[in-house]
């Protein structure tokens, strides 16, 4: 080993002042900040004016359950952010190791924290490498697969960079160290780990609902407090109706329940072998239209298998295997070794005792044994083909090389023969498998209509032999291409996975990215759909929204599927809520300004609210279609649609309200049969829009039935025996409940045409 001059103590210091030391550098934040973040927002906001004017109203009951629900939906919020930094500290502590490094004079072993550029350290079989250096002394094999995308190891001698975070498989050397920390090359994929996210569609749905009941409701407020001012009615009359219709039309559970929703959901698919660490990437599986997937370890096994072997000049393939096997020794741990040793004892094939191994010598190209054969010296060795081909005087080997080489295979040549006259004896070719499952897997991901995109390092020839095998079809493309609308991207960096990303979400795109190394951490983080396979690092899994638990890519279909349920799931309970909202507080708006009174008591509007959300809780059970294209919320459209429907249960709630101020029920009595009318007609709104096309197209879940069926009973029974409101007669109840009916079958042939455009499920 060359021992070239390295650092003394005290410069080293000097470097380390300078540069920092050799880690990824964290701002700490407080704990108590970031919770307090979490209640920062417009959707609190509304929670939070809602919950002071409770207390300023003395009302404590509700005001403790709106406190919950802040607390609820921050909590969950804070913890999900939390959890989302464990990717930039799992790549924090894959750089607490040692590394060996000359100063003063002498080799040391040191933090590898410690370490500073212009450092001449040493690196051995089964070093992890601590920082960026350039070989000055030595060659190695080096696994940088995890890091680079590369599925083989890749042979570095003097003047070769190796980057921080490879693996030395084989060999050792010295070399300078060039870049640490942030500046290296793993510690620029951290940086982009640290920067890398995507703004919750879910998020912007909530908002974007909660904007257009906020200016309705404004509206509203205003026209009354106007009213009131015109005919003089105190305001501390006035007061509590206001409160009243701002919490009708506040979604105040909507976000808590997006949250069980996926919650739930994400419960179901850990059965299936998907961990889910940020529920919001189950409704963003719904609307996932691009899946960015790496090769290595997600498409194909990450391991050297023998894929083709080509006899030549009257040579057997058993002689073939036997003599490339004799020079391959499993103590070198090489992966072209083990690989060969691994076929000829699958295959039964007899290996002859040898004599002497020589290792392969990237300046010779090749490893080489002695043995005996029939008591005559013979020598083997396996190799690059053209320098096998040139010490056997072999010509006839190009053609047969060139065509397993554009398959996508490592192509080796294998001599053996009498010590000064070894002959060729053929070709063999190595290559990563393709995974068992990953053809079905995407077939029935295309089926879904989501577009599979594969991002590698490995070459463009591989990346085409990868995508053929898979159906891939479209355009094959390296880096330089990557602004270009390709299937299959190759020769790409860390950095490229995470730009696609970010390229594709400026097209308005919903992406997502399955990967299992290093590399692919800014990309799993940055998409909005990231996946992280069983076989993921640590820094990989941390940085995803979903973990696969099993081997191969099934629970990615898997988690399409759920999520376009859970979406049908939610677009239910959305348009139930609006168009409950635009009803309820249309009602007691207008019938204050039209007739001149309460057309409605408060408490019972509270009842009201917990009895709708009494059914709708049970929609997160109920039986629905996943849609076969990607699901994406349209607000207008939603606000439009609920509207609609809304305006057409105005009418009816009003009819309600006129039929019976004509029978002669008294006023309190006409407040009850509101109060009915309200419940019967939200339950019915319920089963009209949880089915896009008719009502009679898909059976509801039990779950949902049961909780309509208690619901009306318990109304009912409330109802006849005058708690919380006046009674009226139980023939006036069957009277309104069948009504509901009817006009909800009549409301169905209008909203089928109305809803379709929300949906892409197949009626």
Excluded at 146 to 173: F, K, N, Q, W
Excluded at 272 to 279: A, E, K, S
Excluded at 559 to 576: D, H, I, K, P, S
Excluded at 628 to 642: E, K, M
């Amino acid at each position: 080993m060359v021992v070239e001059k390295g650092l003394s103590s005290v410069e080293a210091q000097r470097r380390l002042d300078k540069y920092g030391p050799n880690a990824i550098v964290e701002v700490p934040q407080k704990m108590w900040w970031l919770f307090l973040r979490k209640l920062w927002d417009p959707v609190p906001w509304m929670l939070e004016i809602t919950l002071i004017l409770e207390m300023a109203l003395g009302k404590w009951v509700e005001a403790l359950i709106i406190g919950s629900l802040l607390l609820f939906n921050a909590a969950l919020a804070f913890r999900q952010e939390h959890k989302a930094q464990n990717a930039l500290h799992a790549l924090k502590r894959r750089l607490h190791v040692k590394a060996r490094v000359y100063r003063d004079g002498q080799w040391r072993s040191i933090a590898a924290h410690d370490i500073v550029p212009g450092d001449l350290a040493h690196v051995r079989v089964g070093d992890i490498v601590p920082a960026d250096m350039v070989l000055t002394d030595g060659h190695v094999l080096v696994d940088q697969s995890a890091l680079t995308g590369e599925s083989m190891p890749v042979d570095r001698t003097v003047t070769s960079a190796v980057y921080s975070a490879s693996i030395i498989r084989r060999g050792e050397a010295s070399g300078t160290i060039t870049a640490t920390g942030a500046l290296s090359y793993f510690g620029k994929t951290a940086e982009l780990v640290r920067n890398a996210g995507s703004k919750s569609h879910l998020e912007e749905l909530v908002l974007g609902i909660v904007r257009y009941l906020v200016i309705m409701d404004g509206f509203l407020v205003a026209a009354i407090l106007i009213y009131a001012t015109i005919e003089h009615i105190p305001l501390a009359e006035i007061l509590p109706f206001a409160l009243i219709l701002f919490v009708a039309s506040v979604p105040v559970a909507l976000p808590a329940t997006f949250t069980l929703a996926t919650a739930m959901a994400s419960l179901g698919l850990a059965q299936r072998g998907v961990l889910v660490t940020r529920l919001a990437a189950i409704e963003e599986a719904a609307a996932m239209s691009d899946l960015c997937t790496d090769k290595t370890g997600t498409l194909t096994q990450n391991r050297l298998s023998l894929v083709a072997s080509s006899p030549m000049g009257g040579a057997t393939a058993v002689e073939l295997l036997s003599m490339a096997a004799v020079a391959s020794d499993d103590a070198t741990q090489d992966p072209i070794d083990l690989t060969i040793l691994g076929a000829a004892q699958d295959q039964n094939v007899t290996i002859p005792q040898r004599l002497v191994f020589t290792p392969f010598d990237p300046a010779t190209k090749r490893s080489e044994a002695s043995l005996r054969v029939e008591g005559a010296p013979w020598v083997a060795m396996k190799g690059a083909p053209q320098v096998i081909a040139a010490l056997t005087n072999t010509g006839n080997w190009g053609r047969v090389a060139e065509d397993l080489a554009s398959q996508g295979a490592r192509v080796l040549a294998v001599a053996a023969g009498p010590v000064g006259a070894p002959r060729f004896l053929g070709l063999l070719a190595l290559a990563d498998p393709i995974r068992p499952d990953a053809p079905q897997t995407l077939q029935a991901l295309h089926g879904f209509g989501v577009r599979v995109r594969m991002v590698t390092g490995d070459n463009v020839a591989t990346a085409k032999t990868v995508a053929t095998t898979l159906g891939l079809a479209g355009a094959i493309c390296d880096r330089s291409d990557v602004g270009r609308d390709c299937s299959v991207y190759a020769g790409v960096f860390p950095e490229d996975k995470f730009h696609l990303v970010q390229r594709l979400q400026q097209q308005h795109k919903v992406v997502g990215m399955t990967g299992d190394g290093v590399n692919d951490a800014p990309a799993l983080k940055q998409a909005e759909v990231g996946i992280a396979v069983e076989s993921a690092t640590d820094v990989a899994k941390a940085a995803a929204s979903l973990v696969l638990t099993n081997p191969g890519l099934a629970g990615v279909a898997d988690a399409v599927e759920t999520g376009r349920r859970v979406y049908q799931r939610l677009l239910t309970y959305t348009l139930n809520k609006i168009i409950k909202t635009f009803q309820v507080a249309l009602f007691l708006s207008f019938g204050l300004l039209v007739f001149r009174r309460f057309v409605i008591t408060p408490i019972l509007v509270l009842l009201l609210l917990f009895a709708n959300d009494f059914v709708t809780m049970s929609l997160a059970r109920d039986h629905v279609r996943p849609s076969r294209a990607p699901d994406r919320w349209d607000v207008r459209a939603l606000i439009f649609s609920s509207l609609v429907v809304a305006m057409a249960w105005i009418a009816y709630i009003f009819g309600v309200y006129l039929v019976g101020r004509t029978m002669g029920l008294s006023l309190h009595a006409v407040q009850t049969l509101d109060f009915l009318g309200l419940v019967f007609s939200g339950l019915a709104n319920v089963l009209l829009v949880r089915e896009r096309g008719h009502i009679w197209s898909s059976r509801p879940g039990a779950l949902l039935l049961w909780a309509i069926m208690g619901d009306i009973v318990i109304v009912s029974l409330l109802a006849q025996n005058r708690l919380l409101m006046a009674r009226i007669p139980l023939t006036v109840t069957a009277g309104l409940l069948f009504a509901t009916i009817l006009y909800t079958l009549i409301l169905d042939q209008m909203k089928v045409p109305l809803l379709r455009r929300l949906s892409n499920a197949e009626t």
